[in-house]
């Protein structure tokens, strides 16, 4: 039972969720394009630009194009967007009780100031609010992906190509199904992460915003019966694309939202790639290949002293999935709507903005971990001295290349090698005297005897050059 006598803290203007409070410094920028205001502030564009897009082109018998002052004055609305807009706002939607009328008739109340309160019959004409608020969402995404996420994430997967090109030399011991298995080097295992997360941001780059202003279901009913003579369908195009986004000729009351489940699902790839190698870094450092630069003042564990613990991954692997768990579901609740319309999108897309904070404060977690880790060489050294046995592989591949070329005692390689290995420690000098004693070639037995766990990775450190 909750203490009666406790002081309660619902009417301070005090945040709710982790983004809004603790985590609110690193998804800040996030907040002027995927915003409860910021979709205010879009919507006032949109139907702004609508109506300055009918008089420019005389779509209505009656209207010429605005003065180059009534133009400038209008978009001001838009510019001069601030606190007290949203404030009134919320006012007139307290009466409307609907979010875009609120959005029509706060312009409304302006254009009087501006000398053109003849053309309120003009704001969000023929429009239907998801004709508004279709486009005003991809604005918002589009900008908050091009101008804040991508940028970050780009920045991090430039951080591990440039750890993947200087630690490109130095060898490790590979671990398949967590058994030791052939060297690799630890540049070209970072290589292989900022490959895959290079792709996935190319994706994204690809994205289509698609919008729609086409009525009330799709058919521009409304518009061809006030306006018959109007090509309404390049007027609509012409405007969608003037917004800078991709036009969309075939809806119904909704846009689609295809576009945002393609690029949340692509986001979300991004976000599980990166969780996995939060996991592997985490995994590296618990076996000391990599060691925690400790932060002046620190504290890793409130009893044990000596702990420096590895926060930053394990924020991120927990930011990553409640990032991919409203993604998921956005991906999924937003491809399907009732008829032509229902309402599950509208209070779907309000977590948008939640789903990309996750993951930006994910992303700026990953570069701060990244940033407090050396390299531990002699460890990593150590471990490949410890386990001549994965030298196995390439004895047996020459032995079988021997065979072919005629060189005689070579037989069942695999199973002589599995013999010796198998189950087995084997060191330096038992596996040098191994291969001393199966009479290869000359030349075979003096490539094999120079070969050591540190240096058998192949082409390991070339191939950290496909990220140029």
Wanted: glycine share 6%; with cysteine; charged share 20%.
């Amino acid at each position: 039972m909750a203490d009666s006598a406790r002081t309660s803290l619902a009417s301070e203007p005090l945040a709710l969720g982790a983004l809004d409070g603790r985590y609110r410094s690193a998804i800040a920028p996030l907040v002027d394009h995927l915003s409860e205001a910021a979709l205010n502030r879009n919507r006032v564009h949109v139907e702004v630009e609508w109506l300055l897009h009918l008089t420019s082109n005389s779509v209505l018998p009656g209207t010429s194009p605005l003065t180059a002052e009534q133009t400038a004055a209008l978009r001001r609305i838009v510019t001069d967007f601030n606190a007290d807009s949203v404030s009134e706002l919320s006012e007139i939607e307290a009466i409307t009780v609907h979010d875009v009328k609120a959005v029509e008739y706060y312009i409304n109340r302006r254009l009087p100031g501006i000398g053109i309160e003849a053309l309120t019959p003009m704001v969000h004409f023929g429009c239907t609010s998801e004709d508004i608020n279709n486009l005003s969402y991809a604005l918002g995404v589009k900008d908050a992906v091009e101008d804040v996420w991508m940028p970050d994430a780009r920045a991090l997967v430039e951080q591990i190509t440039t750890m993947a090109e200087t630690l490109r030399e130095v060898p490790m011991l590979s671990r398949t199904h967590g058994q030791p298995a052939t060297p690799t080097t630890l540049g070209k295992e970072l290589a292989v992460t900022a490959w895959r997360l290079t792709r996935q941001l190319e994706r994204i780059a690809r994205t289509e915003y698609l919008g729609k202003i086409n009525g009330a279901t799709g058919t521009y009913a409304a518009h061809y019966a006030s306006v018959p003579g109007a090509d309404w369908q390049q007027v609509s195009k012409t405007f969608v694309e003037g917004l800078g986004l991709d036009w969309n000729p075939l809806t119904t009351q909704i846009e689609s939202h295809d576009w945002q489940a393609e690029l949340y699902a692509d986001v979300a790839r991004f976000n599980r790639i990166l969780h996995n190698f939060c996991t592997d870094v985490w995994s590296y450092i618990s076996i000391g290949y990599f060691k925690q630069v400790p932060v002046a003042g620190a504290t890793g564990s409130s009893t044990m002293p000596h702990k420096v613990n590895p926060i930053r991954f394990e924020n991120a692997e927990a930011n990553l999935e409640i990032s991919n768990g409203l993604l998921d579901t956005l991906g999924a609740t937003l491809v399907t709507s009732r008829w032509q319309r229902d309402l599950t999108d509208s209070s779907s897309q309000r977590n948008i903005g939640t789903a990309f904070g996750h993951s930006l404060l994910a992303i700026s977690n990953v570069a701060k971990g990244l940033q407090r880790l050396d390299v531990a060489e002699d460890v990593l050294a150590e471990d490949l001295d410890h386990n001549w046995e994965v030298l196995g592989e390439a004895i047996q591949m020459v032995m079988r290349a021997e065979a072919i070329a005629g060189t005689p005692g070579m037989e069942n390689p695999y199973e002589r090698l599995k013999e010796l290995t198998r189950g087995h420690r084997v060191d330096a000098e038992r596996m040098q005297e191994f291969v001393a004693g199966l009479g290869l070639g000359a030349e075979a037995a003096a490539r094999l005897k120079e070969l050591t766990p540190g240096t058998y990775n192949g082409i390991a450190s070339d191939l950290v050059d496909h990220l140029k």
